[in-house]
Structures are given as structure tokens and as C-alpha cells.
């Protein structure tokens, strides 16, 4: 079975839905076990490992911040932070179809609050999806921030 | 700022810090905010930059020391100079926030007045206007306003913003190893800025972090949620899963009281210290190929051995920057207000070592630096609390009295237990220092 475009896109629609109802596990489970998750700190970064960013993660790394968010001592999500995603249609900008590769574009504003403090980001996701028997997975899902390099506070979720 | 200065003589703000407690007011209240501007960070010697941040002639880049906007740039002699970053004609902030090249001299984009790499005014248009004006005694005609003193150490680019004070050697004494020990563990003996800079905003004032740096009371309790999660999964693997980078680093930070206890704490006179004397949480990472031959290659086995050897954590350059010498970072704890610090986490790579090894440093950096860390987050949320906290009126002091003793602070380079606070006390007595009005201060 290969991967319709809207199959692609509601994909990514329901992986944001994962995130904003803060079904974390089940998010994780939609990476492979070589994905990454990378937020660059500076525009159009090419090196993710040669040069800073604000986040780059493997599975285990990710795990550790979804276990720790509901830890009885992790003080800085007591309360728990949450957030909420406005998507725009994502855009499919490859198909490879032979080896069931995809990847996709989707601009977002993304929402997050803790407290009475509400902070909004704005940006594009990139995702690089695989089939991997009949099921789709993200091999790197790459956020960048239109203001990657600015000074933020605290950034507790997922974007 | 007059009345400021009549107001906080020596004797009223020695009022503010005991030999064991410190003043809410030292952390919250804006007018001693604005006295530390215009005191401290003009009477102390800032961190502004690296000298491989400007290599070539006309380069620059932007910073702030305490309150005042400055910029960095390389002149035609080779020579660093650090200029108040302000037209001496309408006030204008000459140069963007940022870095890039100036060119031969810097010019003004609202009426073309030009200054040299130094800042001397250099030419302005229409410039008969002025003749028969005064202008010679006007305060314009001194072009921009400089640091009264620059020190390049080591490429590490320091200065002083009073014409008159305590001299550079003199204010850091032997706490400059800490800096020439990172420079010695690059094989070709000199470090490069590289990878950018992370920026991490916190609602809480500058000196709680400086604090924080030499805190060996708090990892196992803050950072239970990070490093102990991580311990924890890590321990669910099945054996003889390689141990990664990322777990090495994360670890640590979850040792016992007694491991903090027997590494030690340093101390050196004006506010100076580091934790990490004869052991640290940066002592046990694996090796990286290739280095250990390229320092051998460089400085011979022996040489090798002592730069090596060497695991300090936590240097505190008093006021406001903390270096990591084995993990090649460097932060800046830049105040914005009493209860906002703008945190900038830099990165350095040792020239003509692996590749491997700057990797190590990027993710230690994210994994502990980066706005969106684990670790940070256990970190602000105590810093924020306490700024909150300090807001009341029914307790007034901060108790910084772990393991004081009498007398302390009167040795050079003292060697303490590792949970003692004395670094902390170190900070506020060099804070008294240079707090001081400026008729008080020592020379």
C-alpha cells in the first residue's frame, strides 16, 4: 500500500492532535527507533551536531522528557504546562514512492501556557516520514522557529 | 543617580549582607539594581567577548556590560577596542545588536558622522557649521566613549569600564587557570567561539545563577527530575547497551551529597571561584578517539596528563560569567532588571582536536543550556520561585551560612569542602568591594 497524499497530511494533522491532548506516549510511538526531533537555534542550520540547537533528540532522549513531566518531583510542570497547535494544510513536498518515503512542510502557530503566562511561537515543521509495514512513521520531524535564534523561556513541550 | 550615590554608602550596604545571610533587597529592589550598574559592573572587570569572534580588521560584534550597550571590534592595528555603543552627536545607537564588519570606520545612519575603529570622531558633514560654535568644547568632539581599560587574555576579551581601578592581574590573580586550562586542552593551543550561542531568559535576578554555579546542595534535589528519570530509564536497558553520550552527561548531575561533598571548592580573592577540585561530574566521560594522541602529539605524555588531569566544574569569574574548562562552555549572565537575566550559553572548540569532541560540547550545551532543557527548566523554576518568594515582608533574609567559618576568605586560593556556600560569601564580599562608592573603593 503506498501513502495518498491525504493520508501524508492527516498524518500530521493527527500527530499535532496527539501532542495538544498531551497523549505524549502515544506520540513517541509514531517515531522509528532511529528518529530525531530537531529544533535549530540558528536559521536555515544545516549541523545539527556541530553547532548548537535548541533541542535535538533521539528516542531515549525524548522518552526521558515525556517520563519526566509527570514525575511527583518535577516541580516545573506542577502545575502541567500545555499547548495547542494551529496548523496550516500541510504541504507533501516529496513523494518516494518505491522506497515509501515522504516529506512534508506545515507551517504552524504553536501555543504554549502554564500558569497565567501564554507564550506563541510561529514557524514550519518539516517531516520526513517512512513506511514501515503498511504504517507510517517519522524518521526526523525538524521544527524551525521563524526566530530560532531569539531568547526564550522555558520551552516544555513539543512543537 | 546623584541621590543614589549619596544614599548607599559602604556602611549601608554592609548593612545588607552578614557573614551568613544576604538582604531580600540585594535581589529585588531596583535602585540597588541600578547601583549595581553604576557601580559594580563599572568598578569590576566584565567578560565581553572572544577575540575569535572579530579575526579580521573592521570586525565587531555587540554585548552589554551591566547596563551599558557595547561593541567589540577589531582595529587596523590588530588591537581590540570596546566603544560605548552611542553617537556622541544625537545619541543614537551606532551599530545594530548583532555582529558583522564595519568597515575602516563606523558611521552613524542618521547623519554620517564617522568614528574610527577606536572611537575618535573622525568627520562629520558640513563640518564648517560648527566652527565659532563651541564645538571644541563640546562634549561631541570626544567621539565615543570607551572602556577605561581592555585586556585580551588569551584571546578571552575582558575589560573595565572605569578609567581608574583595580588592575586586570591583580583582579583575577590565579583564577586565570581555570581559562588557560581550557586554551591547554586544545592541541594547537588556541580556542575558537563556534556553533552560535543559545539564549535562555529567566524572570529572576543575575546573581541567583552566579550563585547557583557553586551550589552542590541542590543537583540531587532540582535535578531529580532530569538526571534521576534519566538514571532511571537507563537502568531499565538491558545490559551491555552502550552507554550514550547524552546518558553520560545527564547522569551525573543525580550523584550523592558526599560525591559533591569530596570534590572540593576553590576559592581566590575578588569573588572568584570553582567547584571541582579533585573530582567532578565531568571527570568520567568516555574518551574520544584521537584527542588523547593529538594532546600527546602536542605536549607530550606528562604535559598531557596535567592538562587532562584537571576536572574543575564550576568557575565563577565574579561578576556574572561561569566557564566549564573540560566541557569547553562558557555562560554570561547578562542582568536586564532586579528579576529578569538574560542567559547566554556559548561554545568553544579546541583547534586541531576530533570533531567528536566540539560534538560533545553542542550537546551538553542543549542538554543543559537550552531553553528547551530539562535540566534549565528544574533550574528556573527554583530561580523564579525564589524571586517570587523574596517579595515577602515576613522573612527578610537569604541564608547563604553552609559550613562558615570564621575568618574565612582571607587565604588565596582556599580549598573547602564541596558542599560549603563559602564560594557564595566569597561573591558577596567582592560584591561589598566594588559596590562600594567610589571614593571608598580600595585601590
Request: glycine share 12%; charged share 20%.
Given at each position: 500500500m503506498t501513502s495518498s497524499a491525504d493520508r501524508l497530511i492527516d498524518f500530521v494533522l493527527d500527530e499535532a492532535h496527539l501532542l495538544d491532548e498531551g497523549r505524549f506516549t502515544e506520540w513517541l510511538d509514531?517515531?522509528?527507533?532511529d528518529a530525531r526531533y530537531w529544533m535549530p537555534a540558528?536559521?536555515?542550520?544545516?549541523?545539527?551536531?556541530l553547532h548548537n540547537s535548541l533541542m535535538y533528540e533521539d528516542k531515549l532522549l525524548l522518552r526521558i522528557r515525556i517520563e519526566r513531566l509527570t514525575g511527583a518531583r518535577t516541580y516545573s510542570e506542577q502545575p502541567r504546562s500545555r499547548c495547542h497547535h494551529l496548523l496550516q494544510?500541510?504541504?507533501?513536498?516529496?513523494?518516494d514512492h518505491d522506497r515509501r518515503e515522504y516529506r512534508l512542510r506545515t507551517s504552524f502557530h504553536y501555543v504554549e501556557t502554564r500558569l497565567d503566562r501564554q507564550t506563541l511561537y510561529a514557524g514550519w515543521a518539516s517531516h520526513h516520514l517512512v513506511e514501515i509495514d503498511g504504517v507510517l512513521r517519522i524518521r526526523l520531524k525538524r521544527v524551525d522557529l521563524v526566530n530560532c535564534d531569539a531568547a526564550f523561556g522555558n520551552i516544555s513541550l513539543f512543537m | 543617580m546623584g541621590d543614589l550615590a549619596k544614599r548607599w554608602n559602604g556602611a549601608e550596604l554592609r548593612a545588607l549582607i552578614r557573614d551568613n545571610e544576604v538582604h531580600r533587597a540585594v535581589y529585588t529592589d531596583p535602585e540597588i539594581f541600578n547601583l549595581e550598574m553604576a557601580r559594580l559592573f563599572r568598578a569590576s572587570w566584565a567578560y565581553v567577548g572572544h577575540a575569535s569572534q572579530v579575526p579580521n580588521a573592521g570586525d565587531y560584534f555587540t554585548t552589554t556590560v551591566g547596563a551599558e550597550p557595547v561593541v567589540i571590534v577589531r582595529r587596523g592595528d590588530g588591537g581590540i577596542s570596546v566603544l560605548i555603543?552611542?553617537?556622541?552627536?544625537?545619541?543614537?545607537?551606532l551599530v545594530s545588536e548583532g555582529s558583522g564588519n564595519l568597515g575602516k570606520f563606523i558611521r552613524c545612519p542618521?547623519?554620517?558622522w564617522t568614528f574610527g575603529t577606536d572611537g575618535a570622531l573622525q568627520n562629520i558633514p558640513l563640518?564648517?557649521?560648527?566652527?565659532?560654535?563651541?564645538f571644541d568644547a563640546a562634549?561631541?568632539?570626544?567621539g565615543l566613549a570607551r572602556a577605561g581599560a581592555v585586556e585580551v587574555y588569551r584571546e578571552f576579551v575582558f575589560c573595565r569600564?572605569?578609567?581608574?581601578?583595580?588592575r586586570f592581574n591583580d583582579y583575577f590573580g590565579e583564577s586565570l587557570s581555570t581559562l588557560d586550562n581550557m586554551v591547554d586542552r586544545a592541541p594547537a593551543g588556541r580556542l575558537e567561539v563556534a556553533g552560535g550561542v543559545l539564549r535562555y531568559m529567566h524572570q529572576c535576578n543575575w546573581k541567583m545563577l552566579a550563585e547557583n554555579?557553586?551550589?552542590?546542595?541542590?543537583p540531587m534535589v532540582a535535578h531529580e527530575s532530569s538526571a534521576g528519570t534519566t538514571v532511571r530509564i537507563w537502568n531499565?536497558?538491558?545490559?551491555?547497551t552502550p552507554k550514550p553520550m547524552a546518558v553520560e552527561q545527564f547522569a551525573?548531575?543525580?550523584?550523592?551529597y558526599k560525591f559533591f561533598d569530596n570534590m572540593g571548592i576553590r576559592i581566590w580573592p575578588n569573588g572568584h571561584g570553582h567547584t571541582?577540585?579533585?573530582?567532578?561530574?565531568?571527570?568520567?566521560y568516555s574518551p574520544i578517539p584521537g584527542y588523547h594522541e593529538a594532546m600527546v602529539a602536542a605536549y607530550g605524555e606528562e604535559r598531557t596528563r596535567h592538562i587532562l588531569g584537571e576536572v574543575r566544574h564550576n568557575t565563577v569569574y565574579f561578576p556574572n560569567i561561569m566557564v566549564k574548562g573540560p566541557i569547553q562552555t562558557l555562560r554570561v549572565f547578562r542582568p536586564l532588571a532586579a528579576d529578569r537575566t538574560l542567559v547566554e550559553s556559548w561554545t568553544f572548540r579546541l583547534v586541531g582536536a576530533p570533531d567528536l569532541l566540539f560534538e560533545r560540547t553542542c550537546m551538553y550545551n542543549r542538554l543543559?543550556?537550552?531553553?528547551?532543557?530539562i535540566v534549565g527548566h528544574d533550574d528556573l523554576e527554583v530561580y523564579e520561585r525564589a524571586q517570587q518568594g523574596?517579595?515577602?515582608?515576613f522573612r527578610d533574609w537569604v541564608n547563604v551560612g553552609r559550613l562558615f567559618q570564621t575568618?574565612?576568605?582571607?587565604?588565596?586560593a582556599e580549598v573547602v569542602r564541596g558542599t560549603s556556600e563559602a564560594q557564595m560569601r566569597n561573591q558577596f564580599r567582592a560584591w561589598l568591594r566594588f559596590m562600594a562608592p567610589p571614593q571608598e573603593l580600595a585601590p
Open positions: 509514531l517515531f522509528t527507533e540558528a536559521p536555515g542550520q544545516t549541523d545539527p551536531k494544510t500541510p504541504r507533501v513536498e516529496h513523494l | 555603543n552611542r553617537c556622541s552627536h544625537k545619541g543614537v545607537r542618521y547623519h554620517a563640518r564648517e557649521g560648527y566652527d565659532g560654535t563651541g562634549e561631541a568632539r570626544l569600564l572605569n578609567d581608574e581601578g583595580i554555579q557553586t551550589d552542590t546542595c541542590h531499565e536497558q538491558p545490559e551491555g551525573p548531575f543525580a550523584s550523592s571541582g577540585v579533585s573530582d567532578s561530574i565531568h571527570a568520567a543543559i543550556n537550552s531553553p528547551a532543557s523574596l517579595q515577602t515582608g575568618g574565612e576568605g582571607t587565604a588565596n
